[in-house]
């Protein structure tokens, strides 16, 4: 065996191949069918760019300019890509890294999907009249997806803090690949005549947690969808992220952005309940103690005229027993206190709960037109070149509209 | 559908103790079915444990309700 010559270290190779690789090609374009994204929480988008021979690992890393241009971005377009083929060190992988995505038409499994979207639409699958209202204080709960996915420990962990008075009853299906539609569809079917033949379920959740487009097909399934829309129980969807539609989104009852907004959707508030019982037993405790007041002072004047010719003992007794009447209603009231002093304590959490910022740091965003103090709920509020401005987590951008979608 | 019963009546209650010129008993009586009503419902509500099962179907189509144990999975 011959002695080696030169021996790299794993990285010295990676290097001189990284430098290799970018000096050979430069800045190219490439074309590709758009397959595996993923969005990170950084803002990086990593994805696949494959034709019908190969695959190439491909990555658009978080820039100002890159955000519009993101939403092109979509599993299944078929794009133009420019970029450069450099080596990824620390796995000694190479890969695209892109500076510039233009699409040049949409895939397969998007034309699939918008084509099931219009039938289903034309059907009047989506039609607002078809849609039965959430009930807001439900005993059970019937949840439709993977038992071990990210989903159902979601909804569980809102559930808990928010209305544990509540039962969960837990229909588990796979949520992703071949069999995944026909499982679901088996699921629902389930949870119907659970409903019907053992516990009645007031509300059922049907959702997953966030995948890549391909890991969110199942959602797309038309028997599925027909299901749905079929289902006597109300059904709030919960597929994926809050940018992921699916076509049960649609046919659902209601679409609730992701699994624990699901459940935040499906349950009332306990601080809010608790808030409203301690208003009631405020108001009930002013207005009895009001009449009390006013028929006390009607009865002691009226004991004491002389009309009556009640010996002035008696009359001490009669006000001694009034004396005692009014202060067991005053300890009734103060119990009701006491145990709002117990709430109290829950105070701290709810502040921090809702604190404004704290979705920002999970991802969510709050966007204003420019100039006013009042968030955006609806693409209606805004019109076609107007200027937003967006907070995040950290930071804020300032955006001009494109395009005004009121659906 | 319970608790949403309770604040029904706790309305119903509250309403009727704040009309003007209610007699006495009435107002004793309202008085003392409103208060630990809304003292139940939070007790109730501060007792509550979320209950988890899953559903499953047996081949002969009977059902199979197991609790779940979300840390055993």
């Known amino acids: ?407 | 559908m319970k608790i949403e019963a309770s604040l029904k009546k706790l309305e119903e209650i509250t309403s009727r103790l704040e009309k003007p010129d209610l007699p006495l008993d009435e107002a004793l009586a309202l008085f003392e079915e409103g208060l630990p009503l809304a003292a139940s419902v939070k007790e109730e509500l501060d007792r509550a444990k979320l209950r988890i099962e899953q559903v499953l179907e047996t081949s002969k189509g009977t059902f199979e309700i197991e609790p779940f144990d979300l840390h055993a999975n």
């Open chain 1, 1 to 407: 065996m011959s002695s080696p010559g030169h021996v790299f270290t794993v990285s010295e190779l990676n290097r001189a191949a990284r430098e290799l690789l970018e000096a050979a090609f430069g800045e190219v374009w490439v074309q590709g069918e758009i397959t595996d994204l993923t969005r990170a929480p950084s803002g990086h988008l990593y994805f696949t760019l494959k034709d019908g021979g190969g695959e190439l690992d491909a990555v658009r890393f978080r820039s100002r300019s890159a955000l519009l241009a993101d939403a092109a971005v979509a599993p299944g377009t078929v794009v133009l890509a420019l970029g450069k083929l450099t080596v990824y060190e620390p796995r000694g992988r190479y890969q695209f890294v892109t500076t510039l995505i233009q699409p040049i038409r949409a895939g397969a499994l998007r034309l699939a999907f918008e084509q099931l979207k219009q039938k289903l639409e034309q059907e009047g699958l989506f039609s607002p009249d078809r849609k039965a209202p959430i009930p807001a204080f439900p005993e059970r709960i019937g949840v439709i997806t993977s038992r071990s996915g990210a989903a159902i420990r979601d909804i569980v962990s809102v559930l808990e803090r928010r209305w544990p008075a509540v039962a969960i009853a837990l229909f588990p299906s796979s949520v992703q690949g071949e069999t995944a539609p026909a499982e679901l569809r088996a699921a629902l079917e389930r949870a119907i005549r659970f409903s019907r033949e053992v516990a009645p379920i007031d509300t059922l959740i049907v959702g997953r947690g966030g995948g890549s487009a391909e890991d969110l097909a199942a959602f797309n399934d038309e028997a599925l969808a027909r299901a749905i829309a079929a289902c006597p129980i109300p059904i709030l969807s919960a597929v994926g992220h809050e940018i992921d539609f699916s076509i049960a989104d649609f046919v659902a009852d209601r679409r609730a952005p992701t699994p624990s907004a699901a459940a935040e959707l499906a349950v009332p508030s306990r601080e809010d309940l608790v808030a409203r019982l301690d208003g009631a037993a405020a108001r009930i405790a002013r207005a009895a103690g009001a009449t009390f007041r006013a028929r006390r002072q009607a009865l002691r004047s009226l004991l004491r005229t002389s009309l009556f010719r009640i010996p002035e003992r008696r009359v001490e007794t009669l006000d001694q027993q009034l004396d005692q009447l009014v202060s067991a209603a005053v300890r009734g009231v103060v119990a009701v206190w006491e145990k709002r002093r117990r709430a109290a304590r829950h105070a701290e959490d709810v502040l921090r709960l809702s604190n404004p910022a704290l979705p920002l740091e999970r991802g969510y965003s709050l966007t204003f037109v420019s100039g006013s103090r009042r968030p955006l709920r609806a693409a209606e509020e805004v019109r076609e070149g107007e200027i937003l401005e967006t907070r995040l987590g950290r930071g804020r951008l300032r955006s001009r509209v494109e395009e005004v979608n009121r659906e």
